[in-house]
């Protein structure tokens, strides 16, 4: 069993700033990559941000420049960096992970947080 819990969600300005973070817990063996997606009010999900543990990073064409993720393996846990934040940004912010279980290194589990409120005001 894995949990992934999201923090840092609130209400910003267009122009602020926010700092989301996911720590994972459980049953890991290891963690072979973290991410972050997002779905606004009657839309489809769709990826933010994604880094391996060895550091290579993915970002959304929206997100590009503004948004930087980070990780840190000793303590499992993946973080978003949000500046320039504009209107369209607003949507439920979600953490995924990808982890192999301790007992069987073939074996990829993908497990998701339970999302995190960002609301960007104009």
């Known amino acids: 069993q894995v949990q992934l819990v999201e923090s840092g969600g609130g209400l910003v300005q267009a122009g602020g700033v926010l700092r989301l973070a996911c720590a994972a817990s459980?049953?890991?063996?290891?963690?072979?990559?973290m991410g972050w997606y997002r779905q606004g009010p009657g839309k489809q999900r769709e990826l933010v941000a994604h880094i391996t543990s060895g550091g290579t990073t993915n970002y959304g064409d929206s997100v590009k420049g503004r948004f930087t993720i980070s990780i840190d393996n000793a303590k499992n846990t993946v973080y978003l960096q949000m500046n320039s934040l504009k209107p369209e940004d607003t949507a439920v912010y979600y953490c995924n992970a990808e982890i192999i279980p301790p007992y069987d290194t073939n074996y990829k589990n993908y497990w998701w947080g339970q999302g995190t409120q960002v609301t960007v005001s104009s």
């Open positions: 459980g049953s890991i063996g290891r963690i072979n990559a």
